[in-house]
């Protein structure tokens, strides 16, 4: 018991995990969806932090490589599990805002957040320069992606004709070969060079759970976050007319943080540390994985599930898209932050905040 109290001590969103009964019973009693929504997303963040951290456990025992690749693979696991629950009840938009939530969040709200606090306590803090010029290259490229459908989309009269989808379906696939090639390159070359491939030391650092352990911590997180996916997603449409809140913002703004706060605080307590790169490269490569991964996937099973998603995303998206790569590329172009670099990403991210409530969709 001792033991026990001394982890959620240690980890103390992992209180959180009382949302979980407490959700189960509200959409059983026939709580309001606004409490249903409510109690699943809190459920959903310790439940995607036991993810990651039996994802690192992991890992741990594989080595830095192969280590890496199994974060990049798993590393957004609760995030796909509900936007694929939100595709089966053809919640388009949210999932396309998602993905736009996901990719600006982790370059403005989650970079940003880690440069303020990392350079109010340890004062200007460098990196790696050249790797952050390699993840910018690769985000522009998937940028480029994203938007082409939408241009062509946006220049027909038929924004959701079958060309648009059949464009669609082949960028996703290129976007994916992209994406394995990259995987491919991080595990030919050392592991400090390659992208989102933790290093050896880092990895024992880590290590604490057995494999089965952390195996079965796996399934049982996975199949937590499954459940109250569907409970979260199930209530999204009475939410958002109760509220007022649009499906457009919950999108964008709420089912990022949800999937992936742990990962976030993460970032934060690692330019704490004064490790900056190591910060950086948990939101770029985030970022990286949503764009080049985790969005053409979506466009796959979304196919095969009967709701087609295409890659068409509104102006005001792409915009948010473009300025939070570039404004993050010159944040990081000269291989050294601070704290006011930090508050600008932050600055912009709330701007964009206010924008997507303010005039949602």
Wanted: aromatic share 10%.
């Amino acid at each position: 018991m001792k033991k026990i109290w001394e982890y959620f001590k240690k980890h103390p969103l992992n209180f959180l995990l009382l949302a979980f009964p407490f959700a189960v019973i509200a959409e059983i009693d026939g709580w309001t969806p606004i409490w249903v929504f409510i109690l699943s997303a809190l459920g959903v963040v310790p439940l995607a932090g036991l993810i990651g951290e039996a994802t690192e456990n992991l890992a741990s025992h594989t080595g830095p490589k192969i280590g890496g690749l199994i974060n990049a693979t798993l590393g957004n696991a609760a995030e796909l599990i509900i936007t694929l629950f939100a595709i089966n009840r053809g919640l388009l938009e949210l999932v396309k805002a998602s993905i736009t939530g996901s990719i600006i969040g982790n370059l403005l709200f989650v970079l940003g957040l880690s440069i303020v606090v990392g350079g109010f306590k340890n004062g200007i803090q460098h990196f790696d320069r050249r790797h952050t010029s390699n993840n910018s290259i690769l985000l522009t490229i998937a940028l480029v992606g994203l938007a082409i459908p939408s241009l062509f989309s946006h220049s027909t009269t038929n924004g959701l004709s079958q060309k648009v989808e059949v464009l669609s379906l082949s960028v996703a696939g290129i976007m994916v070969l992209l994406y394995v090639f990259g995987m491919i390159f991080s595990l030919k070359v050392p592991a400090k060079e390659g992208i989102g491939i933790p290093s050896e030391p880092e990895l024992k650092e880590k290590q604490g759970w057995g494999v089965w352990h952390s195996i079965l911590v796996l399934a049982a997180a996975t199949g937590g976050v499954v459940w109250l996916s569907e409970l979260l997603v199930g209530s999204v449409e009475a939410v958002v007319q109760g509220s007022g809140i649009s499906e457009f913002f919950l999108g964008i703004i709420l089912v990022p943080i949800i999937g992936n706060i742990a990962e976030h605080l993460v970032a934060v307590k690692m330019a704490l540390k004064n490790k900056m790169e190591l910060s950086m490269e948990i939101a770029v490569s985030s970022s990286l994985q949503i764009a080049l991964f985790v969005a053409p996937v979506l466009v796959f099973v979304s196919l095969i599930m009967g709701n087609p998603l295409t890659l068409v995303f509104n102006p005001f998206e792409l915009a948010a898209l473009g300025s939070a790569v570039v404004i993050c590329y010159f944040v990081a172009a000269d291989g050294e932050s601070n704290w006011l670099e930090g508050l600008a990403l932050l600055t912009v991210y709330l701007i964009f905040a206010l924008a997507f409530f303010i005039f949602p969709g």
